[in-house]
């Protein structure tokens, strides 16, 4: 901070563009010079390095809703620690660069506000974790006693009623992961290795429907944000007349870019020819 003082006072004397030497000025006596603004420049570098890594996290395409759940109660748990014990750090970490900068560093005291919205923000994370929270991991389904596994399996049965109908019988789904979870020894397994590990037999129809409800929940609107991105880059002025057709098969290709990649274009030709050429020779 100080570095970046010593460069606004040099360019607030010799540069030549008389609007720049006044905004440099500017910017020394009403920012750089308040002690208010030198302690936000603190907090909120450690504030936006914090909810940058936890947004990167809830912004990959694998991520699960265990996991946005745990990162987001890591938020709130940090900006409630940062009110109670780390602000006071922030506030010397403010005050040593004051004094460098021959700055008196008073700040007035203001009211303290709540955590409240970020909890609220987040309340459906907190919803999902008491439907679904049994099921985010083999950790905490072994650790559910019968009694507790069962009423969990009934809440989630009732949370998924719609019109007296349910897509999985409670009852049957307690059997089925009490029976499973009996053959899981020390295993270290996630929604999604449990899924495909249940999808193996005929016989865990309830299970099945349960974690595939869980791993389809959306977790961000991060996947929608990126598909009205791409929205913009398909249909604009000059192609406002593009049929809905072709616009939705343009947006998934685009949004699919990665597997698409992956695809054997000859292949794929070969097959579309073949299966033209069969339904010629059948019309003629």
């Known amino acids: 901070m100080v570095e970046i003082r010593e460069a606004l006072l040099q360019v607030a004397d010799v540069d030549s563009d008389s609007l720049v030497r006044s905004e440099a000025k500017s910017f020394l006596t009403n920012e750089l010079g308040d002690f208010e603004f030198l302690l936000d420049i603190v907090i909120w570098f450690h504030i936006l390095y914090r909810i940058n890594f936890v947004s990167k996290y809830l912004q990959s395409k694998d991520m699960l809703i265990d996991v946005a759940y ?22 010397d970490s403010a005050k040593e660069i004051a004094i460098k900068m021959d700055i008196d560093p008073l700040f007035p005291k203001r009211r303290e506000i709540p955590v409240v919205s970020l909890k609220s923000r987040f309340e459906q994370f907190q919803e999902y974790g ?50 499973r ?35 389809t929940i959306p977790v961000t609107v991060a996947s929608a944000e990126r598909s009205f991105s791409k929205l913009k880059l398909l249909k604009f002025y000059l192609c406002s007349t593009m049929s809905q057709e072709r616009l939705n098969g ?21 097959e579309f020819a073949s299966k033209n050429a069969r339904r010629t020779s059948v019309f003629k």
Do not use: Q, T, W
């Not at 699919?256 to 794929?268: A, H, S």
């Open 70 to 91: 745990e990162k987001i109660e890591e938020l709130v748990s940090f900006f409630e620690k940062y009110r109670e014990s780390d602000f006071n750090d922030a506030l």
């Open 130 to 179: 008491k439907i679904f929270g049994f099921l985010f991991n083999f950790d905490r389904l072994s650790s559910l006693v019968d009694m507790s596994l069962k009423s969990s399996c009934s809440r989630l049965e009732n949370s998924l009623k719609h019109n007296g109908h349910s897509d999985i019988n409670g009852d049957e789904l307690y059997v089925e992961l009490k029976l």
């Open 181 to 215: 979870r009996e053959l899981y020894v020390n295993e270290k397994l996630g929604p999604i290795e449990i899924l495909k590990d249940l999808e193996l037999f005929d016989c865990y129809p309830n299970a099945v429907i349960a974690y595939r409800i869980l791993l």
């Open 250 to 270: 343009l947006a998934m290709i685009s949004i699919e870019n990665d597997l698409l990649d992956k695809v054997d274009y000859e292949e794929l030709i070969d």
